[in-house]
């Protein structure tokens, strides 16, 4: 079973994409054999306050709370953040994702020590989004620095009772950050390299702390599975990677439904992902 961390919906303003949709997501996940997901709104980057961008992201989730789970964003930079994060909660928000590069802030801001302590009470993780795509892709105007990950590791000592997530780091950057704040977590969707990076961050860190991610659907989520599967890691550390790590987070997720009868088998759904087939159809131009 396969728990994605990081994922996300709707436009992105330099490209477009060929999925954005909640249900283009579901279709996604399902092909690649990941059963549920956490997910926020890719215009929460975007929106100096994103309350509005959670609000229409949480209504397209209602029905599949089984499956996907709304991580809100918020700007801690922007007066009135504790109105909306308090509304996020009314949304049914299991997490906190904060986006710095885009909204502009650097983590020693004042406020963000304010949400993070709010967080903690709350039971919610922050999210610390470290880029959402390479930085030499962005437009040549609209340059977005990454951020530092030892500033995440700081902020998660300087906040012992709240746990931080290190969202979209690279191999390098989870390797140097984990180990410096116990509450740090890391979800793997940026890491794509070295040859053998899995095996090699669960050989120098244990897996306990680190969380399957995609960055669907900004990015394809089949390349990350295949990228555990075809790992040399033992069962134990696939499962604490693949889901076990995410649930022992204590996040207040609705049970998955049971399978329906006669339904594709996750063997057969990775199969078709691989050949290229989509289980919500062709897809109208």
Not at 75 to 99: I, S, Y
Not at 234 to 256: H, K, S, V, W, Y
């Amino acid at each position: 079973m396969i728990w994605d961390a990081c994922t996300f919906v709707g436009e992105w303003p330099f490209a477009s994409l060929p999925y954005r949709t909640v249900a283009d997501l579901l279709a996604r996940l399902q092909a690649a054999g990941i059963a549920r997901a956490l997910v926020s709104p890719l215009a929460g980057a975007f929106h100096p306050d994103p309350a509005s961008a959670n609000a229409e992201l949480a209504a397209g989730l209602a029905g599949h709370a089984d499956r996907l789970h709304l991580v809100a964003a918020c700007n801690p930079a922007w007066p009135g953040w504790e109105r909306a994060l308090g509304e996020a909660v009314r949304l049914g928000a299991v997490g906190v994702r904060l986006f710095p590069g885009y909204h502009g802030y650097q983590l020693s801001h004042p406020e963000v020590a304010a949400l993070a302590s709010r967080a903690g009470e709350l039971g919610l993780p922050v999210f610390v989004t470290l880029r959402l795509q390479d930085e030499r892709q962005h437009p040549a105007a609209f340059q977005v620095p990454s951020v530092p990950a030892a500033a995440v590791a700081a902020l998660a000592r300087a906040h012992p009772g709240t746990r931080f997530v290190l969202s979209m780091a690279r191999f390098a950057e989870i390797s140097a950050a984990l180990p410096l704040a116990p509450n740090l977590y890391a979800d793997l969707a940026g890491v794509q390299g070295p040859d053998g990076c899995l095996d090699r961050l669960v050989a120098e860190l244990g897996s306990e702390r680190l969380l399957f991610g995609s960055e669907a659907l900004l990015q394809y989520p089949l390349p990350a599975r295949m990228k555990l599967e075809y790992s040399d890691l033992g069962a134990a550390d696939r499962e604490r990677i693949g889901f076990g790590n995410l649930e022992q987070m204590g996040l207040p997720l609705t049970p998955p439904s049971p399978p329906a009868a006669g339904g594709r088998g996750r063997g057969a759904a990775e199969m078709g992902a691989a050949r290229g087939d989509d289980p919500a159809g062709p897809r109208k131009g």
